[in-house]
């Protein structure tokens, strides 16, 4: 994955990284992506446990957090404000298949388009 960031001109410390997959090897494989001032955002839920060595936090001067996306007590508002379409979301997403998934990071990657992919198994 380094390689493949050098590839695309990226910079070597201060990555975002967002697992989302909610699977333990999603978990983990986000986890050793961590690097110099990486911040990792845990989105995706498993029940399963995944074994990390936590020590990299500290070693790489990273931060990892967990959200489902907004405060629990907001969701009652977030949710009305999609459904009355006062917060439109669909315009700003898009669906690729999961098969797709190399040519979906190479796009979100060259930000060809600004929309938020969504992969479906």
């Not at 110099?36 to 498993?46: E, I, M, P, Q």
């Not at 007590?73 to 006062?86: M, N, Q, T």
């Not at 917060?87 to 796009?107: C, D, G, S, W, Y």
């Amino acid at each position: 994955m380094q390689q493949l960031a050098r590839d695309w001109g990226a910079a070597r410390h201060g990555w975002k990284i967002f697992e989302c997959s909610g699977h333990p090897g999603g978990q983990e494989t986000a986890f050793g992506l961590l690097g110099t001032a990486a911040t990792l955002a845990v989105v995706g839920f498993t029940r399963e446990k995944v074994s990390l060595r936590l020590s990299n936090l500290m070693a790489f001067d990273a931060d990892a957090f967990g959200t489902w996306g907004c405060p629990p007590h907001r969701y009652p508002e977030a949710v009305d404000l999609v459904a009355s379409g006062k917060v439109e979301v669909l315009p700003f997403t898009r669906k690729m298949p999961m098969e797709e998934i190399n040519a979906a990071l190479a796009e979100a990657g060259a930000g060809a388009d600004p929309r938020r992919i969504i992969l479906v198994p």
